[in-house]
């Protein structure tokens, strides 16, 4: 089993849809984040979350939200998802000063 | 503001030649740096970071980075290109935990 898994992978939904995405490790980190990958600009950061009760906006936060529901559940929701917001994204986690290990990414398309 | 940047949208290189992927950082303070390798369809898998100590990083499937604090540099490269080495690389940089990355550089080996 994958130590960072990402539900769902791929998702088409409409414009003003609500979307979740789900994230769980097993890897034991307490730091976790969430990435959006738009070809060209490489990851941008959307929230993180160092551990249960701390939770932290990004570069780009508008528009989206996130819940961090125990140590190894971070999830990311967009509450009325429009068409810009079809990119692919990344959940990942780290040890303090470590290197970042991720899922492999849910796709999104929003119509 | 913290930037890293990754000055070539796309390098190629002939197999068994060495092959350079260039990365500049400003970060504040001690910079921590990473190198990540994504294949298509998949996440980010980590190759190898600078913290502190030696200048010259090695890292997995034979790679290395040359951390050079007066050029503000943090190069990967690797003595001899393979075809499975086309992917498409990420430069990280940050401190605090707060990584931002490179926009990503293709490398395409030719055989």
């Known amino acids: 089993d994958a130590d960072v898994t990402q539900t769902p992978r791929n998702r088409i939904t409409k414009t003003g849809k609500r979307i979740m995405l789900e994230c769980s490790q097993t890897?034991?980190?307490?730091?976790m984040y969430w990435y959006r990958q738009d070809p060209g600009l490489g990851l941008r950061l959307i929230y993180y979350s160092f551990d249960v009760k701390d939770i932290n906006k990004g570069e780009i936060s508008d528009g989206y939200s996130v819940s961090r529901q125990a140590q190894a559940k971070f999830s990311l929701s967009l509450e009325s998802a429009i068409p810009n917001q079809t990119a692919l994204y990344f959940c990942?986690?780290?040890?303090?000063?470590?290197?970042?290990?991720f899922g492999e990414g849910s796709r999104l398309t929003v119509l | 503001a913290q930037s890293v940047a990754q000055p070539e949208d796309q390098v190629n290189v002939a197999e068994g030649n060495p092959l350079t992927v260039k990365c500049t950082y400003s970060?504040?303070?001690?910079?921590?740096l990473f190198w990540y390798v994504q294949y298509p369809n998949r996440g980010l898998q980590f190759l190898l970071k600078y913290i502190t100590g030696d200048n010259l990083v090695k890292g997995s499937y034979g790679f290395e980075a040359e951390f050079n604090k007066s050029q503000t540099s943090f190069h990967l490269k690797k003595p001899s290109a393979l075809v499975s080495d086309s992917a498409l690389y990420f430069c990280a940089g940050g401190g605090l935990n707060k990584y931002i990355f490179g926009t990503g550089t293709r490398l395409k080996v030719l055989a």
């Open positions: 890897k034991g980190h307490d730091r």
């Open positions: 990942a986690t780290s040890r303090d000063g470590g290197e970042l290990f």
């Open positions: 970060v504040s303070g001690n910079p921590y």
